[in-house]
């Protein structure tokens, strides 16, 4: 049975161990310090922390794990918005933040994957009871918008109100134009708005399903070029732009020369989709992966999800 290391001094470890208890060992630790003791004493899988700990704080810990035992993955918690710490998470590296109270299937959902790097490709592994499934595949940038167009029609067609259709056409187009042009090496050609034809045997895949009450859409490419530091990167840009962007609303500065379109698709996405993952094998696919709940009263997942696989 894996083991997983479970650091928290509030009431709400409670919860978080009755998640994991029937599949896993848990140990348990109230501060940074009796975690890296444990961690020097024990053999672990996974560590989830608290952002905020007595003494020390997750960051600590986080540090101490990228120095001393960087094959263990580890999940932050926190009751924060992680855009208030945005900086401290782009430093350190982290790839995976939940906002507390965790949604229980996502949570167990990233743990498991991130423990065994199994099944963590694939819209069926993140979609449960899956009605419907289309796919397209395109090796042009002509193809792009079409193919949006075609998505957003057939969402609807199953059923779906798409809220913010304008918007999800954005981050779509973004998503897809990056996996095409960037990761393919037309960076410069994607500057210059020109159109590409991507060399024979290259691609990109969109795949598309729903159940009764989701729909979810995966973005692949085959150069495995995308990586954390690229993706925190992007966030943090657009953290700060919206940053930017308020204090001008405020003050009157011209910030016209400040303002650029770096992770502006990226952040569309966090604050639309209910969930979405980063499914990184470098050198090999890079999958993006956003799931949208029917239900307009679902809250969306103010969350971060890197998943890496380093085989």
Not at 105 to 119: G, S
Request: charged share 25%; aromatic share 10%.
């Amino acid at each position: 049975m894996n083991t997983i290391l479970l650091v928290d001094h509030t009431d709400y470890k409670h919860e978080i161990h009755k998640y994991l208890s029937q599949n896993y060992t848990v140990l348990m630790a109230d501060s940074a310090y009796d975690a890296i003791t444990t961690l020097n004493m024990q053999d672990v899988d996974l560590v989830i922390s608290q952002v905020e700990l007595p003494g020390d704080n997750a960051f600590d810990l986080y540090n101490y794990l990228q120095k001393h035992y960087t094959y263990i993955p580890a999940i932050m918690i926190t009751e924060k918005n992680m855009d208030t710490f945005f900086d401290k998470i782009f430093i350190q590296g982290i790839g995976n933040v939940l906002k507390i109270p965790v949604n229980q299937n996502e949570f167990t959902n990233l743990v498991t994957k991130l423990i065994t790097r199994k099944n963590i490709f694939g819209l069926e592994n993140y979609v449960a009871n899956i009605i419907n499934t289309n796919a397209i595949r395109i090796n042009a940038s002509l193809q792009i918008q079409p193919a949006v167009e075609k998505i957003l029609a057939t969402i609807e067609s199953w059923g779906f109100t798409i809220k913010n259709k304008s918007v999800l056409n954005l981050i779509l187009n973004e998503m897809i134009i990056n996996a095409v042009y960037h990761s393919h090496g037309y960076t410069r050609e994607k500057e210059m708005r020109i159109p590409i034809q991507l060399k024979e045997g290259q691609f990109v895949d969109i795949t598309f399903c729903h159940n009764a009450r989701t729909y979810a859409i995966a973005i692949t490419d085959y150069q495995g070029t995308l990586t954390k530091e690229k993706i925190l990167h992007s966030i943090h840009k657009a953290i700060e732009q919206e940053q930017l962007i308020l204090k001008a609303a405020e003050t009157g500065e011209d910030i016209s020369d400040k303002i650029s379109e770096t992770g502006r698709g990226i952040d569309l996405m966090r604050k639309l989709a209910s969930e979405f993952y980063f499914i990184i094998q470098q050198k090999k696919r890079t999958e993006i992966i956003l799931l949208f709940e029917s239900d307009p009263n679902e809250k969306k997942s103010s969350s971060l999800k890197i998943i890496e696989d380093y085989q």
